[in-house]
């Protein structure tokens, strides 16, 4: 089965700074999701990437997705305390199979 | 905004009851899943449908767990006997099968087993 390892396990960053968290597959990936949850709620949906060097901004976030599409990565720039909470990859496997899984997630933690 | 909704939002039981959780996924979306997510372990995938038809529970815990959609309109998860280990957050997503769609989460369903 797929594997997704989230880095780092945990963040606290500077409101105003700059970020990146990173996900990467054991298998290639065919559809890569990102989401945003906060505690005590429900995952958001931020982007999805397939594409092997494809790019994606929403807001102040942008997710790329590499060449070979084993990892992609998150970046957060001039982060806020909005931006503060659990971001999970989560990945659909190859052929017609779109079971999602999802790595164990990254808190971060904006501080103002 | 079109909602997964999930009831209840939280349930307190005692060891050794059912346990029944309810989703109602978004009009129109084809794909379930459920997940359940813990500290531990994160969110794990325990079942999933495609047009109402079950593709995969193989995530479940055979002999308590049970996933249903018995409509278009409704899915529902169910453990009997329920056990302290089960306490977690339980999610329902719905969306498109298929490439290059996102899949929308209802606010889950807080389980606590004691």
């Known amino acids: 089965s797929q594997e997704l390892e989230q880095s780092p396990q945990s963040l606290i960053v500077q409101e105003g700074k700059n970020l990146t968290i990173n996900c990467t597959s054991s298998?290639?990936?065919?559809?890569l999701y990102w989401y945003k949850q906060k505690y005590g709620e429900g995952l958001i949906f931020l982007m999805m990437?397939?594409?092997?060097?494809e790019e994606k901004s929403h807001e102040k976030i942008t997710a790329k997705l590499d060449e070979k599409k084993q990892q992609s990565s998150l970046h957060i720039t001039a982060s806020q305390p909005s931006h503060a909470g659990i971001y999970l990859c989560?990945?659909?496997?190859?052929?017609?199979?779109?079971?999602?899984?999802f790595g164990k997630g990254t808190l971060l933690t904006v501080n103002p | 905004d079109a909602r997964v909704t999930q009831t209840p939002r939280h349930k307190v039981t005692e060891m050794g009851q059912e346990v029944t959780m309810r989703c109602q996924p978004i009009?129109?979306?084809?794909?379930v899943f459920w997940y359940r997510q813990t500290m531990m372990q994160g969110l794990e995938l325990l079942a999933y449908f495609r047009n109402r038809a079950p593709l995969d529970d193989s995530g479940m815990p055979k002999d308590r767990f049970s996933a249903e959609m018995p409509d278009a309109t409704l899915a529902t998860l169910k453990i009997q006997p329920s056990e302290p280990r089960d306490s977690a957050v339980y999610f329902c997503?719905?969306?498109?099968w298929g490439p290059g769609y996102g899949y929308t989460f209802g606010s889950g369903t807080r389980l606590t087993v004691v």
């Open positions: 009009l129109g979306h084809n794909t």
């Open positions: 990437l397939q594409k092997g060097g």
């Open positions: 989560g990945a659909t496997s190859g052929g017609s199979n779109y079971k999602l899984t």
């Open positions: 997503a719905s969306g498109f």
């Open positions: 298998k290639t990936l065919y559809g």
